[in-house]
T-cell receptor
Framework: QKEVEQNSGPLSVPEGAIASLNCTYS??????FFWYRQYSGKSPELIMF????GDKEDGRFTAQLNKASQYVSLLIRDSQPSDSATYLC????????????????FGQGTILTVHP | IAGITQAPTSQILAAGRRMTLRCTQD?????MYWYRQDLGLGLRLIHY???????GKGEVPDGYSVSRANTDDFPLTLASAVPSQTSVYFC????????????FGPGTRLTVL
């Protein structure tokens, strides 16, 4: 089993809908999870991170972490065509005092298309 | 400059040749990373450096070497390129306790024939 797995999609949603991107992981150790967005031909950019069970909201984006089921998801509300990109899920070990180590393990990415 | 720069933008290289990909950041970040991105495989860590003078191996280090002589520069060298090293290479940096929060350069597209 890969350490981080994503459905490569493509996932297609209509404009204004909620896009739900999912990621499962192995290893139950203390970890932080990151969602990166990558437009075609561009470099990845961080959207948000989460390390505690539950939801974390930032604008139209909500990250959800369920440690018992070993999955993390990203919800995008009111999806826009500009949200069309590849979304990368990544994890890293979490150290004492809230630190996260830099050795990221990425999933293969999910391609999201938001159509008008 | 602002952020991370990489050079060259793209390169076609004959197998067996030596190649150095350059990466420079002006954010004074302590940690730097090299990833390769291949279709269907996502980003994979090649090498990393937590601070100047130190380096470590990532998930796919074979065939690559790095050095970190100062804070700003983190070159990646392919000693003898092979076709399986055809990929897009990204350099990234991070700082502080949240090292998973990384800033990526624009990438280098390398083709080895």
């Amino acid at each position: 089993q890969k350490e981080v797995e994503q459905n490569s999609g493509p996932l297609s949603v209509p404009e204004g809908a909620i896009a739900s991107l999912n990621c499962t992981y192995s290893d139950r150790g203390s970890q932080s999870f990151f969602w990166y967005r990558q437009y075609s031909g561009k470099s990845p950019e961080l959207i948000m991170f989460i390390y505690s069970n539950g939801d974390k909201e930032d604008g139209r984006f909500t990250a959800q972490l369920n440690k018992a089921s070993q999955y993390v998801s990203l919800l995008i509300r009111d999806s826009q065509p500009s949200d069309s990109a590849t979304y990368l899920c990544a994890k890293s070990l979490r150290g004492a005092g809230g630190t996260s180590y830099g050795k990221l393990t990425f999933g293969q990415g999910t391609i999201l298309t938001v159509h008008p | 400059i602002a952020g991370i720069t990489q050079a060259p933008t793209s390169q076609i290289l004959a197998a067996g040749r030596r190649m150095t990909l350059r990466c420079t950041q002006d954010m004074r970040h302590n940690a730097m990373y090299w990833y390769r991105q291949d279709l269907g495989l996502g980003l994979r860590l090649i090498h990393y450096s937590n601070t100047a003078g130190t380096t470590g191996k990532g998930e796919v280090p074979d065939g690559y070497s790095v050095s970190r002589a100062n804070t700003d520069d983190f070159p990646l060298t392919l000693a003898s390129a092979v076709p399986s090293q055809t990929s897009v290479y990204f350099c990234a940096s991070s700082d502080g306790p949240a090292r998973g929060t990384q800033y990526f350069g624009p990438g280098t597209r390398l083709t080895v024939l």
